[in-house]
């Protein structure tokens, strides 16, 4: 399994980006798939996760609103919508994977992408 994640990019204050996470094949419906970010000199933070079989999201509390994750199943591409961005929205992201929710959801997935980097100036 392979994940790439890409869409990153530069962006002023109350932007907005979609992040998009290509699958190397297909992605079963058993999996769990989030999104992370780390910004410099911070820990790693737990973003969203959505069960690919049903669709169900998860948000962190404070993503609430502002982040939409989604899925197509047809693409095996998971998708992170980010509105109305704010410098301290910068950090790379990363998209993940495992078939246990617990272990996507804290930071302890099989599967990690590489990232893509978000920069947004105020």
């Known amino acids: 399994v392979q994940l790439q994640a890409f869409g990153g990019g530069m962006v002023q204050a109350g932007g907005f980006l979609r992040l998009s996470c290509a699958h190397s094949g297909r992605v079963y419906s058993s999996a769990v798939m989030g999104w992370f970010r780390q910004a410099p000199d911070k820990e790693r933070e737990y973003l969203s996760a959505i069960r690919w079989g049903t669709g169900r999201t998860y948000y962190a509390d404070s993503m609430k609103g502002r982040f939409t994750i989604s899925r197509d199943t047809a693409t095996n591409t998971l998708y992170l919508q980010m509105n109305n961005l704010q410098p301290e929205d910068t950090a790379i992201y990363y998209c993940?994977?495992?078939?246990?929710?617990?272990?996507?959801?804290?930071?302890?997935?099989?599967?990690w992408g590489q990232g893509t980097l978000v920069t947004v100036s105020s």
């Open positions: 993940t994977k495992d078939t246990d929710w617990a272990k996507v959801v804290t930071g302890k997935a099989h599967y």
